[in-house]
């Protein structure tokens, strides 16, 4: 791995800026995230429609890091060590954007059920379950800056934690659904939210993939284990 | 990782045409070449890259003899053309060098026409039986190096008379006039602007479809554009040698990667 500085160093400089928009983007994301789960529980429609708003400055970042990265491959020929950056770049970025579009749609939904009688218990759990996809949202961005392929095959791992969540949640809303059909309309925009988190966490591991890539060179090759199991759920029961 | 190979791959063959083995080579007391091992493909383009100074240009001219020249200049090590040691004492470096043609940094045409340019080493190796046998070889060997149709209505012009990239032509012309099976070219571009350039890469893409090409360059893009194998240099050692896109995505060496990134090698 090149750490070493380049011979010409505003090439350095371009590819610092490059990263810095990435992790700009991502501070952003990480923010939507918590702001759209706690303008869930507080019932807060005037945070959701903040986390709307704010959607708008990701994608003008996405743009932006793209930008970046057509011109350095344009102007640089990037290769190597410096090429996989450009190309996780483009990557990163797309994933990162996806991500934010998750938050919105939460935050969107939000409001939506914020209007509705609550569901005594059905909070929590989201909750939990978005703060998880944070925290690895959060340690994948320090192993994509850090450069950290064994930090990245963690967070990677850690999205099975994710998709049981998911499984779980899945079988509690059906649960109030079948006791009281009035919870319907709720539990299905719950269900979609939950969803959108456990794809959330398939976005970052797939941030933590192109950062093994970046590192090493090669793809991790090998099936992630898949925890949810909620495709072949019966229902009933 | 083969499939990074994007130029048309049946003319590739996998056959061996040069194989070095634990090359040294020694100037008086320096140690240019430390014990290298390359094996060269036929009709497969093989690029040496490095720093200035790191022993690629010394090594290229292991595989003519082109070192037998200098006086002090000591070759130790076994290197092979077609499995028959091109250093054993029966072995003619001039009958060699028609095998294995080079082709220099700067176009050097002879002070003689386009025509006799070319035809001068069929003439002494005596590839030609008559006048119009050696007019084919002549017209051959000029549209094999993309230059015929440029000069034949002036054959009898001096070669010094053509532009930068048409000398460079004519280099390659009077190299591939005694029929070689290896072309070495020593920086071919070094001295042309980057349409000439454009037009000799392509004719090195064309040539290799005959010949096993070996081209030193400086230009890290130009190995990266012209070639399948990639050779990597570091003060006389060979770093890394393998397939040019892997060389170029994901080397395996810290050193080539700093020397194609750009960084300090």
């Given at each position: 791995?090149?750490?070493?500085?380049?011979?010409?160093?505003?090439?350095?400089?371009?590819?610092?800026?490059?990263?810095?928009?990435?992790?700009?983007?991502?501070?952003?994301?990480?923010?939507?995230?918590?702001?759209?789960?706690?303008?869930?529980?507080?019932?807060?429609?005037?945070?959701?429609?903040?986390?709307?708003?704010?959607?708008?400055?990701?994608?003008?970042?996405?743009?932006?890091?793209?930008?970046?990265?057509?011109?350095?491959?344009?102007?640089?020929?990037?290769?190597?060590?410096?090429?996989?950056?450009?190309?996780?770049?483009?990557?990163?970025?797309?994933?990162?954007?996806?991500?934010?579009?998750?938050?919105?749609?939460?935050?969107?939904?939000?409001?939506?059920?914020?209007?509705?009688?609550?569901?005594?218990?059905?909070?929590?759990?989201?909750?939990?379950?978005?703060?998880?996809?944070?925290?690895?949202?959060?340690?994948?961005?320090?192993?994509?800056?850090?450069?950290?392929?064994?930090?990245?095959?963690?967070?990677?791992?850690?999205?099975?934690?994710?998709?049981?969540?998911?499984?779980?949640?899945?079988?509690?809303?059906?649960?109030?659904?079948?006791?009281?059909?009035?919870?319907?309309?709720?539990?299905?925009?719950?269900?979609?939210?939950?969803?959108?988190?456990?794809?959330?966490?398939?976005?970052?591991?797939?941030?933590?993939?192109?950062?093994?890539?970046?590192?090493?060179?090669?793809?991790?090759?090998?099936?992630?284990?898949?925890?949810?199991?909620?495709?072949?759920?019966?229902?009933?029961? | 990782?083969?499939?990074?190979?994007?130029?048309?791959?049946?003319?590739?063959?996998?056959?061996?045409?040069?194989?070095?083995?634990?090359?040294?080579?020694?100037?008086?007391?320096?140690?240019?070449?430390?014990?290298?091992?390359?094996?060269?493909?036929?009709?497969?383009?093989?690029?040496?890259?490095?720093?200035?100074?790191?022993?690629?240009?010394?090594?290229?001219?292991?595989?003519?003899?082109?070192?037998?020249?200098?006086?002090?200049?000591?070759?130790?090590?076994?290197?092979?053309?077609?499995?028959?040691?091109?250093?054993?004492?029966?072995?003619?470096?001039?009958?060699?060098?028609?095998?294995?043609?080079?082709?220099?940094?700067?176009?050097?045409?002879?002070?003689?026409?386009?025509?006799?340019?070319?035809?001068?080493?069929p003439r002494i190796h005596g590839l030609a039986r008559d006048k119009a046998a050696l007019g084919g070889i002549v017209e051959k060997s000029l549209r094999r190096a993309a230059l015929w149709d440029e000069v034949k209505d002036r054959l009898g012009a001096p070669g010094t008379s053509l532009s930068g990239g048409q000398q460079q032509r004519l280099c390659i012309a009077r190299a591939v006039a005694t029929?070689?099976?290896?072309?070495?070219?020593?920086?071919?571009?070094?001295?042309?602007?980057?349409?000439?350039?454009?037009?000799?890469?392509?004719?090195?893409?064309?040539?290799?479809?005959?010949?096993?090409?070996?081209?030193?360059?400086?230009?890290?893009?130009?190995?990266?554009?012209?070639?399948?194998?990639?050779?990597?240099?570091?003060?006389?050692?060979?770093?890394?040698?393998?397939?040019?896109?892997?060389?170029?995505?994901?080397?395996?060496?810290?050193?080539?990667?700093?020397?194609?990134?750009?960084?300090?090698?």
């Amino acid at each position: 791995m090149a750490n070493q500085e380049h011979i010409v160093a505003s090439f350095d400089r371009d590819l610092e800026g490059i990263q810095a928009t990435i992790m700009k983007m991502g501070g952003l994301v990480e923010h939507s995230i918590a702001q759209a789960a706690r303008a869930l529980e507080a019932r807060d429609t005037d945070l959701a429609a903040a986390v709307r708003a704010g959607d708008r400055a990701i994608d003008a970042l996405q743009e932006q890091a793209n930008e970046q990265a057509v011109r350095i491959l344009a102007l640089r020929q990037p290769t190597a060590t410096d090429l996989r950056t450009i190309l996780s770049v483009f990557r990163v970025s797309a994933n990162l954007e996806r991500i934010g579009d998750y938050a919105k749609n939460i935050a969107k939904r939000s409001s939506v059920i914020s209007q509705a009688r609550p569901i005594s218990g059905t909070a929590s759990g989201l909750k939990r379950m978005g703060r998880a996809v944070e925290l690895m949202l959060k340690d994948a961005l320090d192993a994509y800056i850090q450069r950290d392929a064994a930090l990245a095959a963690d967070v990677r791992e850690r999205d099975q934690e994710v998709d049981q969540m998911y499984s779980t949640l899945f079988r509690e809303y059906l649960t109030f659904m079948m006791e009281d059909p009035r919870t319907i309309t709720t539990c299905m925009h719950l269900h979609f939210m939950a969803k959108n988190v456990e794809r959330m966490g398939d976005h970052v591991t797939s941030i933590c993939e192109q950062v093994i890539y970046l590192v090493t060179g090669e793809l991790p090759d090998e099936d992630r284990p898949k925890q949810d199991r909620t495709p072949y759920e019966q229902g009933g029961g | 990782m083969n499939d990074l190979q994007v130029t048309d791959p049946t003319v590739q063959t996998r056959a061996l045409k040069i194989s070095a083995r634990q090359v040294d080579v020694f100037y008086g007391d320096t140690h240019a070449i430390r014990k290298v091992d390359v094996d060269i493909a036929d009709k497969t383009v093989t690029a040496f890259i490095g720093p200035s100074g790191c022993g690629k240009s010394t090594f290229l001219r292991c595989l003519n003899r082109m070192n037998d020249t200098i006086d002090t200049a000591r070759v130790a090590g076994k290197i092979r053309l077609d499995g028959e040691d091109i250093y054993d004492p029966r072995v003619d470096p001039v009958q060699l060098r028609a095998r294995v043609g080079i082709v220099f940094q700067k176009p050097n045409p002879f002070p003689k026409s386009i025509y006799d340019n070319v035809a001068y080493g069929p003439r002494i190796h005596g590839l030609a039986r008559d006048k119009a046998a050696l007019g084919g070889i002549v017209e051959k060997s000029l549209r094999r190096a993309a230059l015929w149709d440029e000069v034949k209505d002036r054959l009898g012009a001096p070669g010094t008379s053509l532009s930068g990239g048409q000398q460079q032509r004519l280099c390659i012309a009077r190299a591939v006039a005694t029929s070689p099976e290896v072309l070495l070219m020593d920086e071919p571009c070094s001295a042309l602007d980057p349409i000439a350039t454009a037009q000799v890469e392509e004719l090195i893409d064309e040539l290799r479809r005959r010949y096993s090409v070996v081209i030193v360059t400086h230009s890290m893009q130009q190995a990266a554009r012209v070639s399948q194998n990639t050779a990597v240099f570091h003060l006389g050692e060979l770093v890394e040698f393998g397939e040019t896109g892997q060389i170029f995505t994901n080397p395996n060496d810290p050193r080539t990667e700093n020397y194609i990134t750009g960084r300090i090698g």
